[in-house]
């Protein structure tokens, strides 16, 4: 399966399209993660757990929309008990919570010096550009992730 990882494979490819024209994307946004003006305080560490668990994995979600309903590796088509995942690339680096912290380290001052939030999941987005973005069925998911 980590053939989906070099550069040349078709799958590659495919979602490597998906994060193409970011920072027009970007521009365009509406989502409210993205353009409101909350801040947090906190160490890196706390942020980056709040942040990791529910608020980017959603991002990733409404940001990042498919037009596919078959999973990128097996083909499996999606319906009530087959669902697709967004999948991050497995390379070193390439990861949710690498991509996360990274955009973390760019704002990060001090445990009391607040970071915007949009700052960050803006950030984290731009991040993904150049990073392929696989949907794969939940089995395939597992698979890749070990």
């Known amino acids: 399966m980590n053939t989906i990882n070099e550069d040349n494979d078709p799958i590659y ?5 998906r994060t193409q024209n970011i920072d027009n994307k970007l521009e365009k946004t509406k ?22 668990g529910g608020p980017a994995k959603n991002l990733i979600n409404s940001f990042f929309k498919y037009t ?20 991050h690339c497995n390379k070193d680096g ?12 760019n704002y990060y001052i001090d445990e009391m010096t607040p970071i915007k939030i949009k700052d960050i999941l803006r950030k984290f987005i731009a991040y993904h550009k ?5 949907i794969l069925c939940k089995k395939c998911h597992r698979e890749y992730d070990t």
């Open 13 to 17: 490819k495919k979602a490597l399209g």
């Open 31 to 52: 989502l409210n993660c993205l353009i409101n003006g909350c801040s947090m305080i906190g160490t890196k560490k706390d942020i980056l757990l709040h942040l990791k």
């Open 68 to 87: 596919t309903d078959k999973c990128d590796y097996c083909g499996i088509q999606k319906n009530r008990t087959n669902q697709l995942d967004r999948a």
């Open 94 to 105: 390439c990861d949710r919570s690498s991509l996360l912290e990274k955009s973390i380290d």
């Open 130 to 134: 150049e990073i392929p973005l696989f």
